[in-house]
């Protein structure tokens, strides 16, 4: 055997173990490529689910694709019935809704869907064993029986005008789901729901993958294939958006723009109520002060934010409720205006020291701003912030940290924080300003504590009526207006891009935590192709 | 080769691996004290891990319900001992990021692993060896001049870069390979030939990749990324590359 001939050998049962390795971990079926057409769509987003239960949480603000809620938005965010056939019936004293089901709905696995399966979604969702973090968002629910098949009662243990809208969460399957561990078991990777599309494969990391449900109780999808796969990193997604290997993807605002020019591509940019504000704690006597509060609540240049640091794809915020929602009260809108903010400084008896910054009673008007590590978007409005304050002869030093870091300094530094539910006015108000969530959490972290707000967010969350809501919550943003407790800055728009193949696509507004559920793919099971 | 060799041979191989598998024990034992201290000693919160976004608009009586039924409260020898027992007994615990059994999770991506290991090892070794045996028959000739540098550069060079490099090269220029993971994205299903050809450039590049995978990756599960390309982070660095038609 000469030199040559053994390395021949070597290379051919080299290469032959390699081809076995491979044919040994193909699964069965014929490959098929993503293709040009219509019956199939792969998008790219930043993050995946943690878990597909909404017994753990997923798909709590509806669209979870999968699953249905009794409820769901439409693009307009007004509520219809979806797995309910109507909208509920609500007691005169608002502590009791009830739902009637639609009749002859299965699960995916043929089972029959009935009002038990919507009792043991909501009681296992509230089960104390169950690790569910948003299951706070029911803690109105006292109790939820079943009254025959098709009727489901909701009592709540205080009246509650938001909570239909809190009745979009996912529906279970209780044959299914009651026969594993609820935070463990297979019904977080496997679920079964009565949703328009079926999981067919979710690769942790990579990808998850649907087909359409032929037995869909709205009608079979016309997009067959529905592919979400995870890209974390902003330009790989754009990579592979431009490579044709995904047909839509959520990208920042810059690198979006580069997708402008391409003619087979449409550019979304969706309205959210996705804020960013500054907390004020009422325990600092700097940020405490309310001549202080209102001084950065004028000083700071909201338009610059939204042009610079959101490269357009936002807008000026001035509470938790964006300016196009239509419980914005207007008149509550604040131009820049830097003189007056100095006047209200110098008449509180703030004044510039040898450095600029301002003392008071030889104190000196500082303090510490937080962002979490690795949050670009966070860093750039504290920045921001900061250099307008000093404008103002307010010094703010702005600092990074993991939530454990952060937290503990909170009843006295500033944290630049982000939220926003834009299902009820109640969701975002409520636990920001209501003095009962102060420590809660991570709740009212101004400590902000005002009694005409207390009491005008008790009104809104128990009245059903449309102009008592308004009139609250128009007093409470006023009131936020003369007491700035958190200053906030901007409201963040949601971009997409996506290839322009279907017809009348829209966006819903959308909330700060969106994932698979936002998006231009909101609604995708009533996509049609374009002529 | 003489016939009494072999069965010589026999006994001392069983004695070598006896002897690592009795080593491993207090290695191993070891190693988790060391794990569960030093998760103790960390700020890191594993309630506001496990919660994710959710964590921070839960309330304080959600998250301590959390904690409680995480078993996360307790001195950590004690939790440690905890896991210890349920190990030894085949339990390995439940992931809090996966939302799995960790048995679980590790079985599922196993077999991918080894593939990717399988394969990047075959590559380099024949690839290597035939590239280097090549190189040393006329030192300091054309073909070493090329190699020598061309096995440094990959050394010096940042691992997710050349990752980056990778997925434009062979997904974009040359389309021959998907941009991620083992298929296309839109493609659910692995075939051989797909998989044969996919498994190429996760695996070069991929194995290129992994350290700064794992120090990117914190405190999560390993293993949990499959066979997918996983650039990390340094977004600037990579825009200049990306902007490439």
Same mark, same amino acid.
């Given at each position: ?531 | ?123 380099? %070794? $024949? =690839? +290597?060896?035939?590239? #280097? ?7 300091? /000739?054309? @073909?070493? *001049? ?43 299903? %692995? $075939? =051989? +030939?797909?998989?044969? #050809? ?7 590049? /991929?194995? @290129?990749? *992994? ?35």
């Amino acid at each position: 055997m000469t030199a040559r001939t053994a390395r021949t050998a070597t290379a051919a049962a080299t290469a032959a173990a390699v081809l076995a390795g491979a044919a040994a971990c193909s699964a069965p079926g014929g490959g098929e490529g993503s293709g040009g057409g219509t019956e199939s769509v792969t998008v790219g987003v930043a993050q995946e689910p943690e878990t597909l239960s909404p017994l753990l949480g997923y798909g709590k603000e509806g669209n979870s694709k999968i699953f249905d809620g009794l409820l769901t938005h439409d693009a307009r965010m007004n509520l219809r019935p979806a797995l309910a056939t109507r909208l509920p019936q609500v007691s005169k004293d608002g502590r009791t809704y009830t739902y009637d089901l639609r009749k002859g709905v299965t699960f995916s696995d043929g089972k029959p869907f009935t009002a038990e399966d919507v009792v043991y979604t909501y009681e296992t969702i509230l089960d104390e064993k169950t690790d569910n973090p948003s299951k706070g968002e029911l803690d109105a629910v006292e109790s939820v029986t079943a009254e025959g098949k098709h009727r489901v009662v909701f009592r709540l243990s205080y009246p509650y005008a938001a909570f239909a809208e809190r009745t979009v969460l996912p529906i279970a399957s209780q044959a299914v789901a009651s026969r594993t561990d609820v935070n463990t078991g297979s019904y977080n990777t496997q679920p079964v729901g009565t949703g328009p599309y079926v999981l067919t494969r979710w690769r942790k990391g990579e990808k998850l993958s649907f087909k359409a449900n032929p037995h869909y109780w709205g009608g079979k999808p016309k997009v067959e294939r529905f592919t979400v796969a995870v890209i974390e990193d902003d330009d790989v997604r754009a990579t592979r958006l431009r490579s044709g290997d995904l047909d839509g993807a959520i990208l920042p605002p810059d690198l979006a723009e580069t997708f402008e020019k391409d003619e087979d591509k449409r550019t979304f940019s969706a309205k959210t109520a996705d804020y960013r504000a500054v907390t004020l704690p009422s325990g600092n006597p700097v940020t405490g002060d309310r001549a202080v509060r209102r001084a950065l609540d004028l000083a700071v240049d909201r338009k610059a934010m939204v042009d610079s640091v959101l490269n357009g794809a936002g807008k000026p915020a001035y509470g938790p409720l964006p300016t196009d929602s239509p419980w914005f009260a207007e008149g509550t809108r604040r131009a820049r205006d830097l003189t007056r903010a100095r006047k209200l400084l110098d008449d509180a008896g703030w004044k510039p020291g040898k450095d600029g910054i301002r003392t008071k009673h030889g104190r000196r008007a500082s303090f510490t701003l937080w962002y979490f590590s690795g949050d670009k978007l966070r860093q750039e409005h504290a920045l921001a912030y900061a250099g307008d304050a000093k404008k103002a002869g307010i010094d703010v030093t702005v600092r990074a940290g993991s939530r454990e870091v952060v937290r503990p300094r909170l009843d006295h530094d500033a944290m630049l924080m982000g939220n926003g539910f834009p299902a009820d006015p109640d969701f975002d108000l409520y636990p920001t300003l209501h003095s009962s969530q102060i420590g809660d959490g991570w709740n009212n972290l101004a400590h902000y504590h005002d009694k005409t707000v207390d009491e005008q967010l008790d009104t809104a969350r128990r009245s059903r009526d449309p102009e008592v809501r308004k009139t609250a919550y128009d007093t409470v943003q006023r009131a936020l207006e003369k007491n700035p407790g958190y200053t906030f800055l901007t409201h963040i728009d949601h971009v997409y891009v996506i290839d322009d193949k279907w017809r009348g696509l829209t966006t819903q507004v959308e909330p700060h935590d969106h994932g698979i559920g936002a998006g231009p793919w909101w609604d995708l099971q009533d996509w049609q192709p374009q002529e | 080769m003489s016939g009494a060799a072999i069965p010589a041979a026999v006994p001392a191989a069983a004695r070598l691996v006896g002897r690592r598998l009795l080593a491993a024990v207090p290695v191993l034992a070891a190693v988790t004290f060391g794990v569960f201290a030093l998760a103790a000693a960390s700020p890191f919160d594993p309630v506001q891990q496990y919660a994710g976004a959710a964590g921070l608009s839960a309330s304080q009586e959600t998250l301590d319900q959390l904690r409680a039924n995480l078993a996360l409260d307790g001195p950590f020898p004690q939790r440690r001992w905890e896991w210890l027992t349920s190990a030894v007994q085949g339990d390995l615990g439940d992931s809090t990021s996966l939302r799995q059994p960790v048995a679980q999770a590790i079985g599922e991506r196993l077999g991918w692993s080894v593939l990717l290991c399988a394969a990047g090892f075959c590559f380099a %070794v $024949t =690839a +290597g060896t035939a590239l #280097g045996v090549a190189a040393a028959r006329r030192r300091g /000739g054309l @073909l070493d *001049r090329i190699v020598t540098p061309l096995a440094y550069t990959p050394e010096a060079a940042p691992p997710f870069w050349i990752g980056l490099l990778g997925i434009w090269l062979f997904a974009i220029r040359l389309d021959v390979l998907p941009a991620g993971g083992l298929t296309d994205s839109g493609s659910d299903v %692995v $075939t =051989a +030939g797909r998989c044969c #050809g996919t498994s190429r450039c996760p695996s070069a590049a /991929g194995a @290129l990749v *992994r350290p700064h995978r794992r120090a990117g990756r914190g405190l999560r599960s390993p293993g949990e990324r499959g066979g997918q390309i996983r650039t990390p982070r340094p977004r600037r660095y990579a825009s200049g590359l990306m902007s490439l038609p």
